[in-house]
């Protein structure tokens, strides 16, 4: 009798230590989505060197972690970092059915557009979700 009192005092304890949790700790483990890598073209020098790594929420499919990284090329700037959330969003002006990662690096940065390709290649589309220029190659390979 008493141990089962001891195993349910200890379950007890167990349960109303999560409830007593905080909401924001305790993260799912962030789960690598996908690394792409490309040189996008520019305007005015031979293009940008561009990597994108993308993160998963766990289980959560949808929604997840970016860093990108942007090095202009024959320019003495340093490269460009920025990070932050993205979600899915589905469907283009071209097809309903397309999976587009929407990338928000902040409040006073431009949101980003990257078309899923398959499992090997993303696309930056233009601010309002569609292709740019398609004689130019704006896309990403994976490459891990």
Not at 97 to 121: Q, T
Request: net charge neutral; proline share 6%.
């Amino acid at each position: 009798m008493r141990q089962i009192m001891t195993a349910l005092l200890a379950v007890a304890v167990g349960i109303a230590g999560c409830a007593s949790t905080p909401a924001n700790q305790g993260y799912p483990k962030e789960i690598l989505l996908g690394v792409f890598e490309g040189r996008l073209p520019c305007a005015d020098c031979p293009g940008i060197d561009t990597r994108l790594t993308l993160t998963q929420e766990g289980k959560y499919v949808d929604i997840g972690h970016f860093t990108l990284k942007q090095t202009y090329l024959d320019r003495s700037v340093q490269p460009l970092e920025s990070r932050g959330e993205w979600t899915v969003i589905k469907g283009t002006a071209q097809d309903d059915n397309a999976v587009v990662y929407e990338l928000r690096p902040g409040p006073s940065k431009r949101i980003l557009y990257f078309l899923k390709m398959g499992d090997r290649k993303v696309k930056l589309l233009d601010k309002d979700g569609n292709e740019i220029d398609p004689q130019l190659d704006f896309s990403l390979s994976r490459v891990q």
